[in-house]
Structures are given as structure tokens and as C-alpha cells.
């Protein structure tokens, strides 16, 4: 439920904050997607903004726990 009304409130503006946005830009292997956290629950999602009208593309939805949640990303994104 908690990461389903994230979700929602990203989908309104997924550009990074620094364009008016919510999310967090990453860097690195994962720069040009962003993360949205979820501090009560140590949730991150990270998502890579599809530059349309339409589509944001979520990459994972996981538990920060020893970074697990960008290493997996990162191997999603090198695998596209």
C-alpha cells in the first residue's frame, strides 16, 4: 500500500527535484534514473524517467539493506 501511493504521487511528476519533481537522482552506473525512499519502511525505488508524456520505467522496488536495491538495479540497467 505504502509504495502503491508513492507511486502515485511520483506518476503526478517523475522529473528529478531539481526540475520540480519528486525523485532523487542517483549517479553513477544507475545516473539518469532516480530514487524515491520510503524511510518508515527502508524501501527504495528507483526509476529511470522515460523522456515521453507517458512513461516512467521502475527498475526495482526493494529493501536498502547493504545496498542491495542499486546493486540489483544497476544490473537491470546494464542488461538493457
Partial sequence: MEVAKAIDKVKENPLPIQEGGYGKPLSGKLAGCCKIKLKKSGIRIVYKIERTETEM????????????????????????
Wanted: aromatic content about 8%; glycine content about 4%; proline content about 0%.
Fill in 57 to 80: 520505467k521502475i527498475i526495482v522496488i526493494g529493501l536498502r539493506k547493504d545496498f542491495e536495491v542499486y546493486k540489483l538495479a544497476e544490473s537491470r540497467i546494464d542488461d538493457t
